[in-house]
C-alpha cells in the first residue's frame, strides 16, 4: 500500500530531525568526555590560577564576589567535587557516545535503553536545576524530552 506524499514526506522530515538529534547528542556526549579527561589532566593550581586571574584582573576586580568565586574553584579543586565532576563527564559523555552510535546503526535494542537513559538525564537535570537554582539546565532537560520523543518515534516506525 501507498503511503500518501505528505505522510511520505513528515516521515523524511522527522527521520532528518531524529538524525540530527542524536547526532547533537554525539557532540555532547564527546564535548563532556573531552571535558572530563582535560579537567583530569590538568592540576588544580592551574584551574584555580586561571580562574583567580579571569575573575579579579579581567572581569569583577578584587573585591567580595570575586573572593567568593576563587573560593568556590579552590574548594572545587580541593574536595572530591572534582574527582565527582571528572567521573560524571568521562561517564555521561561514554554513555552519550555508545547509544548514538547503536541508534545510528539503527540497533533496535538501543532505542528503549536510550529512551531510559536520556529520561534518567532528564530526572536528574531537573534535580539538579532544583538543588542549584539552575537556569539552563531545564533548558537540557527539555531538549532530552525531545530526543525522547523522537527516539520513541523512530523505535515505533522501525
Same mark, same amino acid.
Given at each position: ?12 522530515t ?19 568526555l ?12 592551574v ?6 586571574a579571569?575573575?579579579?584582573?579581567? &572581569?569583577i576586580?578584587?573585591?567580595? &564576589? ?11 579543586t ?5 574527582t565527582?565532576a ?25 532505542y528503549?535503553v ?5 529520561g ?20 537540557f532537560? &527539555? ?13 515505533? &516506525?522501525?
Open positions: 500500500m501507498l503511503e500518501p506524499v505528505c505522510a511520505t514526506k513528515a516521515n523524511k522527522q527521520e532528518t530531525l531524529f538524525r540530527y538529534a542524536v547526532l547533537l547528542k554525539g557532540i555532547d556526549g564527546g564535548g563532556q573531552l571535558a572530563g579527561l582535560a579537567l583530569a589532566l590538568i592540576p588544580p593550581t584551574i584555580t590560577g586561571v580562574v583567580h579571569i575573575i579579579t584582573r579581567d &572581569l576586580g578584587d573585591g567580595t &564576589l570575586a573572593h567568593h568565586l576563587t573560593h568556590a574553584a579552590q574548594d572545587f580541593d574536595g572530591g567535587t572534582k565527582f571528572i567521573i560524571y563527564l568521562i561517564l555521561h559523555g561514554l554513555i552519550k557516545l555508545a547509544l548514538v552510535i547503536a541508534l545510528m546503526k539503527h540497533y533496535r535494542r538501543a528503549p536510550a529512551a531510559v537513559v536520556l534518567l538525564f532528564v530526572a536528574y537535570e531537573i534535580y539538579r536545576a532544583i538543588d542549584t537554582g539552575s537556569i539552563v539546565l531545564p533548558i532537560a &527539555l531538549l532530552d524530552v525531545v530526543v525522547i520523543y523522537l527516539v520513541i518515534r523512530e523505535y515505533r &516506525l522501525t
